[in-house]
T-cell receptor, first 114, second 112 residues
Framework: EPEVTQTPSHQVTQMGQEVILRCVPI?????FYWYRQILGQKVEFLVS????????KSEIFDDQFSVERPDGSNFTLKIRSTKLEDSAMYFC????????????FGPGTRLTVL | GESVGLHLPTLSVQEGDNSIINCAYS??????FIWYKQESGKGPQFIID?????DKRQGQRVTVLLNKTVKHLSLQIAATQPGDSAVYFC???????????FGTGTRLTVIP
């Protein structure tokens, strides 16, 4: 069964450093998403991406964040200058279409900012 | 300020019993609803979904009920098994939107 994969599973970084989280969405999917989950809290939407551009973003997704689809398979989330409060699980998701299509989630990357 | 984690509602059931997990959603413009299961250290796993033009949908051992009048969603799990122990989230999507808005979650513990 196709699945979303993410690397690394755990990333530890120093405050102020840049990190890139990587995702390989399901191969025939067209919409890609990033969500985050701070420990013990809800899953929160960050950004959605379609046709090589951002289609929606939340208030959390400020200028420190960027997304990219550098090739035909990868989808990345970059945090330019990490803050302590960026520590969270980051989940990538993908869906085949848009309106009401199920979003399938990857296993997540745990980001720890020291 | 100090970040405080959410206090998750919890549900404990005996193995073999039926479980009912409830969710109140907030947006009357939401037209699509999903239940996800999240095990410790893993990503949300799709269980079942329902569109706003339906009030009930059944899957394998699971049933989702939607009451749009009171903006309430429930997940029923039949013959609950130890492997069902997890946190269950409902998520809603508004018409025309891409993003999912997740609820707080309920921790289900199955007692063998």
């Amino acid at each position: 069964e196709p699945e979303v994969t993410q690397t690394p599973s755990h990333q530890v970084t120093q405050m102020g450093q840049e990190v890139i989280l990587r995702c390989v969405p399901i191969s025939n999917h067209l919409y890609f998403y990033w969500y985050r989950q701070i420990l013990g809290q809800k899953v929160e939407f960050l950004v959605s991406f379609y046709n090589n551009e951002i289609s929606e973003k939340s208030e959390i997704f400020d200028d420190q964040f960027s997304v990219e689809r550098p090739d035909g398979s990868n989808f990345t989330l970059k945090i330019r200058s990490t803050k302590l409060e960026d520590s969270a699980m980051y989940f990538c998701a993908s869906s085949a279409g848009r309106a009401g299509d199920t979003q399938y989630f990857g296993p997540g990357t745990r980001l720890t900012v020291l | 300020g100090e970040s405080v984690g959410l206090h998750l509602p919890t549900l404990s059931v005996q193995e073999g019993d039926n479980s009912i997990i409830n969710c109140a959603y907030s947006n009357s413009a939401s037209d699509y609803f999903i239940w996800y299961k999240q095990e410790s250290g893993k990503g949300p796993q799709f269980i079942i979904d329902i569109r706003s033009n339906m009030d009930k949908r059944q899957g394998q051992r699971v049933t989702v009920l939607l009451n749009k009048t009171v903006k309430h969603l429930s997940l029923q799990i039949a013959a609950t098994q130890p492997g069902d122990s997890a946190v269950y989230f409902c998520a809603e999507k508004a018409t025309g939107a891409n993003n999912l808005f997740f609820g707080t979650g309920t921790r289900l513990t199955v007692i063998p």
